[in-house]
């Protein structure tokens, strides 16, 4: 058996169990991306889109951030993400972690434009924060879109990794068998 390719592996428990926390967030992020809407029925941004309900997409895209950036943390604190699959798998995380910061800004600046369109005395003002809005938004789902692909991509990897482990059967310990009790002396005194 390769020692260097053993060292390599991540523990098979360790593997499975990250597998399951990046495809419970991926699946959020993903279902995020698709629940959070902006336009109405026929496509347009509403006369008065609720600042509370888009601010809200803000908090719950900042929620699931979090999530991904201290699902980072741990794996880059680990042992595991120094060696070759623990640092693509770690390259991945990252580019969720910042895809996923990137997102909450932009549905604040939806809300916050939200606040505004009453204000918007001319037509090309409104059509200005309107399309703006739009932008934002579409830009915000986007980066969740991204951070969930990214965390399938490490998924991919730890699963590859995971058929990598066959080849190296759960190490057994080998014992040297044991040195028998000492026998009794036939010599008695």
């Given at each position: 058996?390769n020692?260097?390719a053993q060292?390599?592996?991540?523990?098979?428990?360790?593997?499975?169990?990250?597998?399951?926390a990046?495809?419970d967030l991926?699946?959020?992020?993903a279902a995020?991306?698709?629940?959070?809407?902006l336009?109405?029925?026929?496509?347009?941004?509403?006369?008065?889109?609720?600042?509370?309900?888009l601010?809200?997409?803000?908090?719950?895209?900042?929620?699931?951030?979090?999530?991904?950036?201290?699902?980072?943390?741990?794996f880059?604190?680990?042992?595991h993400?120094?060696?070759r699959v623990?640092?693509t798998?770690?390259?991945?995380l990252a580019?969720?972690?910042?895809?996923?910061s990137?997102?909450?800004?932009?549905?604040?600046?939806?809300?916050?434009?939200a606040?505004?369109?009453?204000?918007?005395?001319?037509?090309?003002?409104r059509?200005?924060?309107?399309?703006r809005?739009?932008?934002?938004?579409?830009?915000?789902r986007?980066y969740l879109?991204?951070?969930?692909e990214?965390?399938?991509?490490a998924?991919?990897?730890?699963?590859?990794?995971?058929?990598?482990?066959?080849f190296?059967?759960?190490?057994t310990?080998?014992q040297?068998p044991?040195?028998p009790?000492p026998?009794?002396?036939?010599?008695?005194?």
């Open positions: 058996m020692s260097d060292r390599e592996l991540i523990p098979r428990d360790d593997t499975l169990q990250m597998i399951g990046l495809n991926q699946t959020k992020l995020a991306a698709e629940r959070y809407q336009l109405d029925d026929t496509g347009q941004v509403p006369a008065a889109p609720s600042y509370a309900e601010l809200q997409h803000a908090s719950e895209a900042q929620a699931l951030s979090h999530d991904v950036v201290q699902l980072t943390l741990e880059a604190r680990s042992a993400s120094t060696n623990g640092s798998v770690l390259a991945h580019a969720a972690a910042t895809m996923s990137h997102a909450v800004p932009n549905f604040a600046e939806t809300a916050e434009n606040l505004f369109l009453p204000r918007s005395s001319r037509p090309t003002d059509q200005y924060r309107d399309n809005m739009v932008i934002d938004h579409a830009t915000a986007a879109r991204r951070t969930s990214s965390l399938r991509d998924v991919q990897e730890l699963n590859a990794h995971l058929d990598f482990h066959r190296f059967p759960a190490q310990r080998q040297s044991a040195t009790p026998r009794p002396s036939a010599r008695h005194r």
